[in-house]
């Protein structure tokens, strides 16, 4: 199996921009989650896909992010009018439960940095 | 709530030396899950152990060993004759019921440097 992949790796943007970023979970995955890592702290989630439908969403959310899952497969996070606070990196995992076994993989991330 | 506490911030040793990576977490939940994930400086979470709550059983895959011990509520790693290799920040990891089991939250981590 090909790893979860995410694109772009590096984004560096100017306050106020959209940015879009993309994950591609492992291919039979049928989870998919996005986390936030600052530096010096471990990731905290944001939010999870089961196939389409976005099942939670973190208060860490705010109303300027969106992501999206259309037809299952990859998935899509975008922040809108980008703060210097949201610079961190965004990782990607994706999961597959089978009988009581339910372990995330991750990606490499896209570091974002807000100028 | 749940939380997991990484105490140790930074450890250095030399390469051939056993380290242990300590890891403390909270939980009220009776069914819950703990892990292990190793991000070297790519940036990639590297997947190392998942273990359930209803088993205590240690586990040693390797160099790497792990001790789960309920009555005090650890989960730590212990990395036998370490190597320049093992270099990484290192994360403990839970899920439960009560956040919901398809979040992980995460320690602080602790960075491990191995020195030839």
Known sequence: ?115 | AQKVTQAQTEISVVEKEDVTLDCVYETRDTTYYLFWYKQPPSGELVFLIRRNSFDEQNEISGRYSWNFQKSTSSFNFTITASQVVDSAVYFCALSGYQTGFQKLVFGTGTRLLVSP
């Not at chain 1, 694109?7 to 959209?18: A, S, Y």
């Not at chain 1, 989870?31 to 439908?53: H, I, K, S, V």
Request: overall charge neutral; some cysteine.
């Open chain 1, 1 to 115: 199996d090909t790893g979860v992949s995410q694109d772009p790796r590096h984004k560096i943007t100017k306050r106020g921009q959209n940015v879009t970023f993309r994950c591609d979970p492992i291919s039979e995955h049928n989870r998919l989650y996005w986390y936030r890592q600052t530096l010096g702290q471990g990731p905290e989630f944001l939010t999870y896909f089961q196939n389409e439908a976005q099942l939670e969403k973190s208060r860490l959310l705010s109303d300027r992010f969106s992501a999206e899952r259309p037809k299952g497969s990859f998935s899509t996070l975008e922040i809108q009018r980008t703060e210097q606070g949201d610079s961190a990196m965004y990782l990607c995992a994706s999961s597959q439960p089978r009988d009581s076994e339910d372990t995330q993989y991750f990606g490499p991330g896209t570091r974002l940095t807000v100028l």
